[in-house]
């Protein structure tokens, strides 16, 4: 399978500071990108869909202001979380489509975001 | 819209046994695929099996296989001879065909394998 990575895997960043969390696609190039939340036990939520070259879609209830989406080229997309709450505290993936096929589908591995 | 749905937030299985997870979906579409996640600790999301919608024939790999219900609506997963390192969160998801790319997941069911 595709080799996707994230960084950092994990960030402790203080209250109202700026975090950016990259995503890349190392082996493949990624037409489309979702960014998705996990609270601790519970399951993924989508953020966001984000296309090379466009503005991302973002999910109803999340707020575009706060989670800039780039997806800069096929292999890169970044998550900035601007003035950064506790409440922002998650576990943050990516996912990379890679093409048509239904598995075709690669998650990184995941940041872990703490806000003191 | 589509949801997905598993009704056991936790099992728990004996090694070397059996153990089957639920998972029910809705969707007013034809052409679909359904897949099984697993979520170890690390976190690292990994897929354990996919079943196309159009295939009757119910899709295995190894230990897992699946019994898709198309009628039903149901797609469970049955691991068997469980192992220590089967003990997981385990998601359910579900994409619409088309080269869809929303994937729509479950609440998750987490998996503890007793030794």
New interface residues.
Partial sequence: ?AVVSQHPSWVICKSGTSVKIECRSLDFQAT?M?WYR?FP????M?MA?SNEGSKATYEQGVEKDKFLINHASLTLSTLTVTSAHPEDSS?Y?C?L?GG?E??E?Y?G??T?LTVT | AQTVTQSQPEMSVQEAETVTLSCTYDTSESDY?L?WYKQPP????I?VI?Q?AYKQQNATENRFSVNFQKAAKSFSLKISDSQLGDAAMY?CAY?R?N?G???T????T?LMVKP
């Fill in positions: 399978g489309t979702f996990q036990k519970q399951s993924l989508l869909t576990f993936i996912r489509k048509l239904a598995h589908q998650f591995p995941g872990r | 695929y897949f690390s976190r690292q999301m897929l996919r196309e998601f994409r065909g080269a790319n929303m994937l997941f479950g609440g998750g987490r």
